[in-house]
C-alpha cells in the first residue's frame, strides 16, 4: 500500500472500501456509491489482494458455483472445458505444447522453492522504508516537545530575574549602611585617640615628676648624711652585730 | 535616625541559582561572592560604636573644659548618611528587563504555539503503513517531486538523489 504506483485519483467518495484486512478477502458484495462523502480520512487500503485457486482461479467463481454444483463442480466444468478445446482441436497439440509444459514446470518449482524467500526479502525492503520513515516521524515528536520543554524552562528562568535586581539593590543597601557604620567608627576612634592621648600625656608627665622628685630626694638624702653620722650608724652596726653573734653562739 | 536602612530582602540564592542559565553562572558567582564579601564586611561592623565614657575622662584629663569642649561638639556632631545614587538606575534597568522579558516571554509563546501545531500535525497523521504515495506527499510537502521544474525522470537534481 504505501508505494502502491497506481493511487485511486476517483474522488473521495467512491473509494468507500471495506476496512482493510490482512487475509484473503472476498470482494464480491464490495458495496459502491453507498454513502455520502466523508471528510474523514479513508479507510486504508486492503493488505493482500483477493483470495485465488490454483494461483489463476478467483475463489468467487467457485463460490458462485457452489449452491448449483457443490464442490467438484468448478473441477468438472474445467475438465470438461479442457477436454473439449482438446478433442475439437480449438487448441492443438505440437511442440509447443511440450516446450510450454516444460516451462511452467520449471517456473512453478522455481516459485514454489523460492517465492516465500523472495516475499520475505521484499517485504524487509518495505519493512526498513517504513522503520526509516517511523524513525523520522519519532524524532521530530521527540525533538518537537524537547523545544517545548526548553521553551517552557527558558520562561521559568526568566521569571526569576526579580532575585538580580533585589540581590542589587540589596548590595547598595549593605553597602550604605557598611559605610556609615565606618564613618561612626572613625569618628569614635579618632576622638577617643585625643582624649586618651591627653590622659596618657598626663599620666606620662605625672610619672616623670614623680621620679624626678624620688630621685632628688634621695640624692638630697645621700647628700645630707654626714661623715659624723656615718661614724655613728656604723658603731651601732657593729653593736648588732656582736650582740647577734653572741644570741648565735649560744643557740649554736 | 528614619530611612537609614533601606530594607534588606532576604535573598534565596539557592531559588535564584536554580533559575540561572548556564552561559550566564560566571556572572552569577561573581555576584553571589561579591554580596558575600558585603555582608561579611557588615557583619564585622557593629551597628553602634561604643559610647565613649565622659565621666572617666572628666575625672582624668586635667585641663580645664576640654573634657567638657569635646563631649559638646561629639554630641553636637552629625554623621551624613552615605546617599544612594544607584537605586534609582537599579529600578530603571528592572523595568527595562521586565519589558524585554515580557517580550521574550511573547516570542517564546508563539515559537510554543507553532511547535504545538506542528506536534499536532505529526501526532495526527495516519500510520504509514495505510498511507498511499499521495498522502504521503501530502503530510510531508516537501518530499513531493517537482514535475514541472524537472519534467524528466528523476525529478530532482541528480546530486539530490
Known sequence: PLLCPFPPSAPAALRSLPPAVTGGVLHATRPLHTSKQHLAPLPPLPEKGGEVRHGLIPEEFFQFLYPKTGVTGPYMFGTGLILYFLSKEIYVVNHETVAAACILAVIIYGVKKFGPDVAAFADKLNEEKLAKAEAVKNESIQGLEAAIEQEKK?????????YLFDAKRNNIAMLLEANYRERLLTVYNEVK????YQVAMQNLKRQKEQD???QWVEKSVVQSITPQQQKDSIAKCILDL???SKTAQATA | MAGRRAAIKAID???????VPPSQRPMFNALKTRSDALSARLAALPEKPPAIDWAYYKSAVAKAGMVDEFQKKFSALKIPEPVDTQTSK?????????KSAAEYVQASKARIAQYEQELQK????IPFEQMTLEDFHEAFPETRL?????????????ADL
Open chain 2, 90 to 98: 537599579i529600578n530603571a534597568q528592572e523595568q527595562e528587563a521586565a
Open chain 1, 242 to 244: 656582736k650582740a647577734l
Open chain 1, 212 to 214: 624626678h622628685m624620688i
Open chain 2, 146 to 158: 517537482d514535475k514541472e521544474k524537472y519534467p524528466y525522470w528523476p525529478h530532482k537534481p541528480i
Open chain 2, 122 to 125: 505529526l501526532k495526527s497523521m
Open chain 1, 193 to 196: 585617640k585625643r582624649l586618651d
Open chain 1, 154 to 162: 527558558e520562561q521559568w528562568r526568566v521569571e526569576g530575574r526579580s
Open chain 2, 13 to 19: 540564592w539557592a531559588a535564584f541559582a536554580e533559575r
